[in-house]
């Protein structure tokens, strides 16, 4: 697999990880103490669909820690974590869902794109964050379980259907008409 790099992924972290704290404050409560649905994630995961693994990461990674000290004062570092191992994984996988060249319309692009991150959304939130919870903070398990449990539906379910429509609106206007050039 080839990664690219350059500045238009360097403008997307910026812009992806100011859009992802910005976010942080769009929050609907779940019936789990300190666990909302926030459509930061589907921003994440369109940005790692169209820019790969490393914007991805460095959104999630970004934009979750300046979000938790912008907002909440402390970093919670077991969950800064996942969230970018999902925008990793998502991103691993971007040439497959060809958001950027329009073929993300296609039902096979589309299901890939569901089923990795329904996949990397259970490894982080039902794996990850609860043993980092553990390892770092001593919380109780009780907790983490239906914490875990939550963050997992929430995010499936955001990913799923906004982050389906970013990449499908992206894919049908977006990657066709593309105003950005290189000078010489």
């Known amino acids: 697999m080839k990664f690219k790099f350059g500045i238009k992924e360097v403008v997307a972290i910026g812009i992806g990880t100011a859009l992802f704290v910005a976010l942080t404050e769009i929050q609907i409560p779940t019936p789990i103490p300190n666990t909302y649905l926030q459509p930061r994630m589907a921003v994440m995961a369109f940005l790692a669909a169209v820019f790969g693994p490393v914007v991805g990461g460095v959104v999630g990674i970004l934009g979750h820690a300046l979000g938790d000290a912008m907002f909440y004062g402390s970093v919670w570092w077991s969950w800064v974590f996942p969230d970018?191992?999902?925008?990793?994984?998502?991103?691993?996988f971007a040439a497959k869902y060809?958001?950027?060249?329009?073929?993300?319309?296609?039902?096979?692009?589309i299901v890939l794109f569901n089923v990795v991150q329904v996949a990397v959304n259970a490894a982080a939130w039902m794996l990850l964050a609860p043993a980092l919870d553990i390892l770092i903070y001593a919380e109780p398990m009780e907790k983490l379980l239906s914490q875990?449990?939550?963050?997992?539906?929430?995010?499936?379910l955001i990913i799923g259907i906004l982050g389906t429509l970013l990449c499908a609106g992206y894919s049908k206007i977006g990657?066709?008409?593309?105003?950005?050039?290189?000078?010489d």
């Open 98 to 109: 060809a958001v950027k060249e329009g073929g993300f319309t296609s039902t096979k692009a």
């Open 175 to 183: 990657a066709k008409s593309s105003s950005l050039t290189k000078e």
């Open 148 to 156: 875990g449990a939550a963050a997992f539906l929430g995010n499936i």
């Open 84 to 92: 970018g191992l999902v925008g990793l994984v998502i991103g691993l």
